[in-house]
């Protein structure tokens, strides 16, 4: 079981000693029991910090912004940000230091293990309490969680409201820490790709009416890029609501800078979109799931990332996100390397 | 006129209004929405908030302004895409829609008349549902001049009694909306009123959340431009735009041509839904962005919802739906940061 | 029936001057409208509308008085402004407009008036300055301090010319060059050395963000009051109408509420722009 105590002990005793500028761990929120991101920049705060079946954000994320932050400032303080992972969000450590797009001296990783569930599904949670409001969440005894609404306590399985990606987990322990909290508990998963699998099993045609269909119901409110750690490009190729402009750039670079994508919401530019983005997270996308807790119409993103995932692991042999030593996938290449398609 | 629509018959009426689009709403892969009611008999009212609200219906994220091509004569030929079709209806609307509505009617109006709003703003029929218990654990409408059972912006009210509907006709619209209904409706009785309102009344009780005390809160946002609140408050936006796309208020656009021919030249221009979220939002072509980091364009939202729209339009530019609190990705909760505002010391 | 106001009217461009070569290029474009048509108040601007890139707001340059044409001089700097200088004589574009406030001219009757301009700057000031220079019995004194990085990037050269017989002119380069016989320095620098009187003046000063704000502090050091002292905002904008959002500076949106404020307007709104 993972305490609070023992996490805010740590995190105040990295604030005492200097040690990190600030942690970015979960508080809960305003209602009490969803956990939201928090940065403890004081050691009298690390009250705040909780641990719970609700701390589903990817806090890593937070990591990518303080690198930004840096490069904005002329004399940057250059000690670590301490930040809590669970599993799946160490692995986009593991990704990002592959990548070389943070420094290993830049975190202080603070691992959380999911023993044996994981976290919750909100939709999933909703549908089970049919109306009752859920007040308090924690993690049961027995692989259940004990939910407090406002009209009683239930006790339901984790495998019916945990998020899908945990179903499907194969790193319920995170894979580099500074400190780890929790058990190295050992658990299998039987069918690691198994929602990709439902989905692969369709025909082409019912395949492309699905996505087609899911895709369509895209907002382009780019929550799925905002929210995914990877997605650091300060200029996404795929549409650009930034643009690296500086004094210097010409008016003919400007110009002449290619817009791939309308900014309307219609199908060929949404799938153009979405397909675009999963290619460039192939090898990268650790599974963390939080594109698709962030759309707001529920499109099953993870799926497209998934199946990528899927293809690394199937044609290169590559585990994603588990060793920083290791090369990113699309950057290195074995002479064992299938090349079948090479016609 | 007050009616009684019992809760059965409720399709009768939908069935009897093919001169219009109906939307209500709809449960597609968990998600509510408003959509095209294709089946009469399965459209439902039983239902807590949509994700997108039916601002969506008179300002759609996406639509024509006008098809340009190339031409002989004069250059080119501009043809005008006015919004065409049947009028739209839209049945469950709630409350803080309907404010909403008058809202961006505020902004679409005035001196300068945007034609494409208001042609579907006038032929669209707003059918509020008066939310007896709130549909969001997020709401807090009471606390900016809005309340459960408001009838601003809305044609007709329709409250649930159970197993029928109480049905006040607001306006021309709504009137002739319930008479294209015909015999299905009946007189409603005193009892049915007072009934109606009794569940009015209790509705404003059990809101979840408010935001107290605010009178002052323009002011104070006002001396606090400059303050590095903005800056911690931001800290964990990751600047997509689900605040500003779901809420019912916000009215921001872009406009783009899009292109669909190069010879001739021939295309489209564009209007689509812009947040002042996104960074490039303000940039000028220069790259000089008046706006260049989360804590100026959050200070933005805020200021834009609680200031400089009260200044010009004395209404608080938020109805109180909690949309962008339940959707943010990482929580950021708009009744906290104004109440912070208020109890700010600098 | 009122027009669509996002329908821009069709205009031909009659014809195009280089004033600035080089990279940062700027072209002075005249343009007839082919039907109808529209009058404006100096310091407003119209939409100009290239078909396939995109609308970009442009101060109209010309005097209201003048009927013939519509003037503006645009800086290439984008996509949409690319485009513009590619145009030739006889091109078509879209125009729409006229938007935005104006420089309240007639409240300057009998006032000695100084335009302080900078590079691109001198065009949304041009239609007031040729305005009032029209009308110069209803005014006092009229005195033109502008600059420019260096002589080539001087816009209106030859107008400039032919001004300095009709009023006041003074005009700067940033660095020295071997034939500039005049001030080198900044446009703020060059205020302080002409020290023109406050007295009875109204004074309006564009340009880049930074020449605006020395040149404002400058012209308070001479004595301007805030009152007196006039320029013109931009901002990135689409509608031109006051109602995509994009505009604004506090509760103001500069296409409507703007572009022409006052120093003692401008001051009171948040300093975001």
């Known amino acids: 079981m993972v305490k609070h105590e023992d996490v805010r002990a740590e995190a105040k005793k990295l604030l005492e000693s200097g040690k990190v500028k600030y942690i970015i761990a979960y508080e809960l929120g305003a209602d009490g029991w969803k956990a939201n991101p928090v940065f403890i920049k004081k050691p009298e705060d690390v009250d705040k910090i909780i641990w719970g079946p609700t701390c589903y954000h990817n806090l890593v994320r937070f990591v990518v912004d303080e690198k930004r932050r840096k490069a904005q400032q002329k004399n940057p303080d250059t000690r670590p940000v301490g930040v ?51 007040k308090a969440i924690e993690f049961g005894s027995d692989e259940n969680f004990l939910i407090t609404t406002d009209s009683g306590t239930v006790n339901l399985p984790a495998s019916e ?33 198994g929602s990709v699998e439902k ?18 119901k895209c907002v382009r409110c780019y929550a799925c890029r905002s929210v995914c750690p990877m997605c650091y490009c300060d200029e996404c190729v795929a549409d650009t609501i930034t643009f690296a402009v500086s004094p210097d750039t010409t008016a003919e670079e400007k110009a002449q800078k290619i817009k791939w994508l309308d900014k309307s919401p219609v199908i060929s530019e949404n799938i153009f979109y979405h397909m675009v983005r999963a290619i460039h997270l192939a090898g990268r996308c650790i599974d963390c799931g939080e594109c698709e807790r962030a759309c707001p119409v529920n499109i099953p993103l993870r799926m497209l990332n998934k199946k990528l995932e899927k293809e690394a692991k199937l044609l290169f042999g590559y585990d994603v996100g588990f060793d920083p030593e290791k090369p990113a996938l699309i950057s290195c290449f074995r002479d064992e390397d299938p090349e079948d398609f090479i016609r | 006129m007050d009616k009684i629509l019992a809760k059965k018959d409720f399709p009768r009426w939908l069935e009897a209004l093919g001169a219009y689009d109906v939307y209500a709403p709809q449960l597609i892969d968990d998600v509510w929405n408003y959509e095209l009611a294709a089946d009469p008999k399965a459209v439902s009212l ?69 034609d494409y709003y208001w042609k579907r703003r006038n032929a669209a029929v707003l059918v509020g549902l008066a939310c007896a218990s709130p549909p969001s654990t997020n709401c807090f409408c009471l606390s900016v001049n809005g309340s459960p059972h408001s009838k601003e912006g809305l044609d007709v009210l329709m409250t649930d009694l159970g197993d029928q509907y109480f049905v006040e006709t607001l306006t021309d619209k709504g009137k002739k909306l319930v008479s294209e209904g015909g015999a299905i409706f009946h007189e409603a009785k005193p009892a049915d009123k007072k009934a109606a309102e009794k569940i009015h009344a209790d509705s404003e009780k059990k809101l979840a959340r408010e935001l107290k005390n ?84 959050l200070r933005q939202r805020i200021n834009h919802k609680f200031q400089y729209f009260v200044e010009v339009w004395q209404n608080y530019q938020c109805t109180g739906c909690g949309r962008c609190i339940t959707l943010c990705p990482v929580g950021i909760d708009i009744i906290k940061v104004v109440e912070k505002v208020r109890d700010h010391v600098s | 029936m009122s027009a669509n106001v996002y329908l821009p009217k069709l205009a031909k461009v009659i014809s195009v001057k280089e004033e600035v070569g080089g990279v940062r290029s700027i072209k002075t474009f005249r343009t007839q409208f082919l039907d109808g048509g529209f009058t404006h108040k100096c310091g407003q601007c119209a939409m100009l509308s290239i078909f396939g890139k995109g609308e970009s707001m442009i101060s109209i340059s010309s005097s209201p008085l003048v009927k013939d044409y519509l003037q503006f001089s645009i800086l290439k700097m984008g996509r949409v402004t690319s485009a513009i200088h590619d145009l030739e004589v006889g091109n078509i574009i879209g125009i729409r407009g006229p938007y935005g406030n104006a420089f309240p001219i007639e409240s300057w009757k009998g006032k000695n008036i100084l335009f302080a301009g900078g590079g691109i700057g001198l065009a949304p000031i041009w239609s007031v300055l040729q305005t009032t220079l029209l009308l110069k019995k209803d005014y006092g004194g009229l005195t033109l301090i502008y600059g420019a990085r260096t002589s080539p990037d001087i816009v209106f050269k030859e107008e400039l010319a032919d001004l300095k017989s009709k009023m006041t002119v003074h005009l700067s380069i940033d660095v020295a060059e071997p034939d500039w016989k005049e001030f080198v320095g900044f446009v703020a620098q060059n205020i302080l050395d002409k020290k023109p009187s406050p ?71 948040p300093q975001e722009y």
């Open chain 1, 84 to 134: 809590v992972v669970k599993g799946c969000d160490s692995r986009a450590i593991v990704i990002l230091l592959q990548e070389k797009f943070i420094d290993r001296k830049d975190v202080h990783i603070i691992g959380v293990s999911c023993e044996t569930t994981g976290v919750i599904d909100e939709r999933k949670l909703a549908k089970k309490l049919k109306g009752r409001i859920a």
């Open chain 1, 161 to 193: 409201i945990m998020a899908d990606r945990c179903l499907e987990c194969i790193a319920h322990v995170p894979v580099i820490t500074d400190v780890l909290f929790g058990e190295k508990t050992k658990r299998t998963v039987p069918q690691p790709f």
């Open chain 1, 199 to 216: 989905i692969e099993n369709l025909s082409s045609e019912d395949r492309w009416k699905f996505w087609n269909e899911q895709l369509e």
């Open chain 2, 46 to 114: 039983d239902y807590p908030q949509t994700a997108i609200p039916a601002k969506k219906i008179v300002f759609p994220q996406r639509e024509f302004f006008f098809e340009f091509r190339e031409a002989d004569t004069d250059g080119y030929e501009l043809k005008e895409l006015l919004p065409e079709g049947k009028p739209a209806v839209i049945f469950g609307v709630r409350p803080c829609e309907g404010k909403a509505v008058t809202l961006t009617d505020l902004v679409f109006g005035g001196e300068i008349r945007d």
């Open chain 2, 214 to 297: 605010i009178k002052d809160v323009p002011a104070k946002l006002r001396g606090m431009f400059a303050s590095p609140f903005w800056d911690d408050e931001s800290m964990s936006c990751i600047r997509c735009g689900i605040c500003t796309y779901l809420c019912p208020t916000c009215h921001c656009f872009d406009i783009n041509d899009e292109v669909e021919s190069q010879t001739p030249l021939a295309g489209r221009r564009v209007r689509t839904w812009d947040t002042c979220q996104f960074p490039d939002f303000t940039m000028h072509s220069s790259g000089h962005n008046p706006r260049p980091d989360k804590a100026a364009r």
């Open chain 3, 199 to 269: 007295e009875n003046s109204i004074a309006i000063t564009c340009g880049p963000p930074i020449m605006i704000k020395t040149c404002i502090k400058a012209l308070s050091e001479i004595g301007f009051k805030d009152e007196q002292i006039y320029t013109t905002v931009e901002n990135k904008m689409k509608c031109g109408i006051g109602k995509c959002g994009r505009c604004n500076i506090g509760r103001h949106y500069v296409c409507k509420d703007g572009p022409v404020y006052s120093w003692a307007e401008l001051r009171q709104l």
